[in-house]
Structures are given as C-alpha cells and as structure tokens.
C-alpha cells in the first residue's frame, strides 16, 4: 500500500537552531515528492517538487533533497517566522496525492 | 500569481441542510480536487475532476457531490449536512501529470461547522 510518514510530529527549536525534517514514503514508480508548507487556518502553500533521486532544491533557508526512499527538508538558522506545519506528499493512480500527516515546527526567538 | 478561491473562509450551518462549497481556480488547469483536512487524519481527498463535467471518487466521497460545469469551477456539496462532517475544506488545481509542472495549488480553506 502506498503511504507516506513525517517524522518529527513535532519540533521545537530555538532560533538559529538548524535541524531536519523527514518524509519516507513506500511507493511503486515514484513520479516526484512535493513540500508544502500550512499556516495555522490556511491552505497548504506549494514549496518544492523533487523528481528524481539525488534532486536538490533551494528556498531561503529551506533545503529540500530526495533519495529513492525518502526525502528531508533541512531548515538552516530558521526564525520565528517559518514555524508552520511542513507536508509532504507523493502522487499515486494518475494525478492524484497521498499526504503524510506533516511536522509541525515552532521556531523560538 | 496563481489563485484558487473559495466562497467562504468561515459557514456555520444546521444539521440536514444542504451545503455548497465553491472554489475557483484562475490557471486554466484541468485538474481540481477537494479534500477534507482533520487532525491527526491529515489531507484526505473526497472528490477529483480531471475535466469538464468529470469525477473521480476520492477515498472519503460519502456524504458528498460534486459539479464541475466549467473548467474553473469546481463545487462540493453536503447534500444533508451531519455534525461528522464539521472539517476544514480545501479545494486544489492542478496541470495533469505529464512530466513536470503538476503541483497541486491549494485555495485559503472553508472552515465548516455544522452543529
């Protein structure tokens, strides 16, 4: 079955404090992988897609990297303002995605 | 920019009424999609349309229609709304599957309660 796990569930971290979030996932035929990043009360916010191991892709100070069988988000020197719930996802039977349940990070001044 | 919109941010409705969820999307993609999003359950997809007039069943569709008369519009309807299904919503576009491009951009959400 196709599925897809974050992990942390949660993370707390200092500002400046850089750290890494996963997103394994047990897919046949992998198309790409997106992030997204959600604000409390909104709608997911497109970040990154990954198509192919090895990918690398760059946002302010968010990394996003691939390999065959998962995916990190690394967040370099993070402030306040990038707490947010990250999700990742992967599609699945044509255009359709699966969602993990996302990492919900709080950054502290 | 790329924009979906939806009717409401906010709709408080009475159990067993008939609800309409609205979502626009400005991108002239061919996909749309409407999820239901809870804690802990995450993004779970209720209906897709990958064209004028076409649906697909998502993994949660009970309870649920949907009408895609044009192709910016997609609509979600409660057709007997039940406490169950106080959720937030979210509708998304997307370009079909064809190499590269085919990120799903999501609208601002509709909070529903029903009580």
């Known amino acids: 079955e196709d599925q897809v796990t974050q992990s942390p569930e949660a993370l707390r971290l200092q500002e400046g404090e850089s750290s890494s979030l996963n997103c394994s996932y047990t897919?046949?035929?992998?198309?790409?992988l997106f992030w997204y990043r959600q604000d409390p009360g909104k709608g997911p916010e497109f970040l990154f897609t990954?198509?192919?191991a090895g990918e690398e892709k760059e946002k302010e100070r968010l990394k996003a990297t691939l390999t065959k069988k998962e995916s990190f988000l690394h967040i370099t020197a993070p402030k306040p303002e990038d707490s947010a719930t990250y999700l990742c996802?992967?599609?699945?039977?044509?255009?359709?995605?699966?969602f993990g349940t996302g990492t919900r990070l709080q950054v502290f001044p | 920019d790329v924009k979906v919109t939806q009717s409401s941010r906010y709709l408080v409705k009475r159990t067993g009424e008939k609800v309409f969820l609205e979502c626009v999307q400005d991108?002239?993609?061919?996909?749309m999609f409407w999820y239901r999003q809870d804690p802990g359950l995450g993004l779970r997809l209720i209906y897709f349309?990958?064209?004028?007039?076409?649906?697909e069943k998502g993994d949660i569709p009970e309870g649920y229609s949907v009408s895609r008369e044009k192709k910016e519009r997609f609509s979600l309807i409660l057709e007997s709304a039940s406490t169950n299904q106080t959720s937030m919503y979210l509708c998304?576009?997307?370009?079909?599957?064809?190499?590269?491009?085919?990120?799903?951009?999501f609208g601002p959400g509709t909070r529903l309660t029903v009580t």
């Open positions: 998304a576009s997307s370009r079909p599957w064809g190499g590269q491009g085919y990120e799903q951009y």
């Open positions: 990954l198509y192919s």
């Open positions: 996802a992967v599609p699945y039977n044509t255009d359709k995605l699966i």
């Open positions: 349309s990958y064209d004028v007039k076409m649906k």
């Open positions: 897919v046949s035929g992998l198309r790409g």
């Open positions: 991108m002239d993609h061919e996909n």
